[in-house]
């Protein structure tokens, strides 16, 4: 390295010299010149050094000794030995110290050692901190940290007088009050006054070393910050607006109702019963039931009523509202109907999920004239699912009394797949298609014989993989049916299901693709040596006579 990289400015170095008047000193890089490093020594003397006979001492006193942090003295003075000082500077290689007794120094750094924490880290505002001193009447005191000056940490005791102490006879008892007992959790006092002691109230603030207290009776009281201990939740934390709560009292006339949770004051929990009523109640006298109507019953799921009335008991109805502590339900038959949540049960699925729009769905209803029959789904209103059956007509209909039948028409049915109609009517029953597109809740089908028709999606079903994955143009095939049965050809073209072969004498013909056989054109693994067989194909005096194989040979 360069000398300005190893001994850069305000660095420490030590002379390692033959020079016995230098050898040993330590001094302060002050800069470099002619090859030579500039140092002032711990005297105050400035000496030129060459790098070759220095060599570095660790940290620069700003680094070892940041301002504010405390040091402690490390001299053969015994006046100074021992003491411990806050750092306030850094100057002509002297660390600057104001110590506790608010006296200043300057000792070179190499005679001093970090003592750890700053004041500001180890004693921060607000935070609590107990004396230990040889003076009786202060030890033991606890304060709240108010500041820091001239090297003491400025406390406010908990009968609310002030004192500053150094730092090094203080030590910390824990959390701040605002962090111990935040504002609005509650604390239990724990007191050696018996008309306050295990009383429990909410936390509204903290002053002068006390914390603020509304207790459950309404009063106000203020008690030191280490008479108290947290008592848990607060009331917003354990009943959240919305929520329902049951009372636990010994007031029968309560006891066991549940309301929902309005708010809270004055360290009560508020609640509006399922009659409609509205009480204040301490806390520790309630208990969670769950979740709120809102999370067990959202807007627009459906809901079963369990109630001892006869006449709304197992009814279903959709969920349209909340409102003091009852859920409002519209019913089936389109009535509303305002029920407490805890007579209620949800019955899942909401009918735009069960349902979505464009799904096909099959009543199931105790009415003959609609049941069985299918439909498309149209939307959903009023808590019934709109459906337009296969005859074109829509109805309205409950969920309970629908089932899924599977894909929507437009998914089962893809524009350009092919697909056979399974139909009562016998004109077109068993006829082949390709879909041609979906209006109206139907599937247009172009047949093969060119007619184009409209049919509802469950009387079709997809046709088996095209021919066109069996055969290709040029293959040799044979006819198996008809009036050119055992007429051997070659494929021309593949359209619409049927191949169009041209017979060896020049006929073209077009044939439905299960008519056609490719021809064999590895014979050898086909046909076992020995077998019986029939000629069906090929146009000479051998076609249907019976023969045994005695060889096989390419296709042949």
Not at 67 to 81: C, F, R, T
Not at 124 to 138: G, Q
Not at 149 to 154: E, F
Request: with cysteine; aromatic share 4%.
């Amino acid at each position: 390295k360069t000398a300005g990289q190893a001994f850069p400015v305000s660095s420490y170095a030590e002379i390692v010299s033959e020079n016995p008047e230098i050898n040993g000193q330590v001094g302060r890089v002050i800069g470099k010149s002619r090859g030579r490093v500039g140092l002032r020594l711990l005297d105050g003397s400035k000496v030129g050094i060459p790098s070759d006979q220095l060599h570095p001492t660790g940290k620069t006193a700003g680094q070892a000794f940041p301002v504010s942090s405390y040091a402690e003295i490390v001299s053969e003075n015994p006046e100074i030995n021992g003491q411990v000082g806050r750092v306030i500077g850094e100057s002509r290689g002297r660390v600057g110290l104001r110590l506790l007794d608010g006296s200043k120094v300057g000792i070179p750094a190499d005679q001093l050692r970090p003592t750890g924490k700053t004041a500001g880290q180890a004693f921060p505002i607000s935070s609590y901190a107990e004396i230990v001193s040889e003076n009786t009447e202060i030890n033991g005191k606890v304060g709240r940290v108010i500041g820091e000056s001239r090297g003491r940490i400025g406390l406010r005791l908990l009968d609310g007088s002030k004192i500053g102490i150094p730092a090094d006879q203080l030590r910390p008892t824990g959390k701040a009050a605002g962090q111990a007992f935040p504002v609005s959790s509650y604390a239990e006092i724990v007191s050696e006054n018996p008309e306050i002691n295990g009383q429990v109230g909410r936390v509204i603030g903290e002053s002068r070393g006390r914390v603020g207290l509304r207790l459950l009776d309404g009063s106000k009281v203020g008690i030191p910050a280490d008479q108290l201990r947290p008592a848990g939740k607060t009331a917003g934390q354990k009943f959240p607006l919305s929520s329902y709560a049951e009372i636990v009292s010994e007031n029968t006339e309560i006891n066991g109702q549940v309301g929902r949770v309005i708010g809270e004051s004055r360290g009560r929990v508020g609640l509006r019963l399922l009659d409609g009523s509205k009480v204040g109640i301490p806390p520790e006298q309630l208990r969670a039931t769950g979740k709120s109507a809102k999370q067990s019953f959202p807007m627009a799921s459906y809901a079963e009523i369990v109630s001892e009335n006869t006449e709304i008991n197992g009814k279903v109805g959709r969920v349209i509202g909340e409102s003091r502590g009852r859920v409002g339900l519209r019913l089936l038959d389109g009535s509303k109907i305002g029920i407490p949540a805890d007579q209620l049960r949800a019955t899942g699925k909401t009918p735009k999920q069960e349902f979505p729009a464009a799904s096909y769905v099959e009543v199931v209803s105790e009415n003959t004239d609609i049941n069985g029959k299918v439909g498309r789904v149209l939307g959903e209103s009023r808590g019934r699912v709109g459906v337009r059956l296969l005859d074109g007509s829509k109805i309205g209909v409950p969920a309970g009394q629908l089932r899924a039948t599977g894909k929507a028409a437009d998914q089962q049915f893809t524009v350009g797949a092919g697909v056979v109609v399974v139909s009562e009517n016998p004109d077109i029953n068993g006829q082949v298609g390709t879909v041609r597109g979906k209006s109206r809740g139907r599937i247009g089908v172009e047949l093969r014989t060119g007619q184009v028709i409209g049919v509802p999606g469950e009387q079709l079903k997809l046709e088996e993989p095209h021919a066109v994955a069996k055969f290709k143009v040029g293959d040799r095939v044979c006819i198996l049916e008809g009036e050119h049965n055992g007429k051997i050809g070659s494929v021309t073209g593949i359209t619409r299901g049927r191949i169009g072969v041209s017979l060896l004498d020049g006929t073209q013909i077009g044939v439905p693709e299960h008519q056609v056989r490719a021809e064999d054109k590895n014979a050898e693994q086909s046909f076992e040596i020995g077998a019986d067989v029939q000629v069906v194909c090929g146009e000479s005096e051998y076609n249907g006579m019976v023969g045994r194989v005695v060889s096989a040979m390419r296709n042949r």
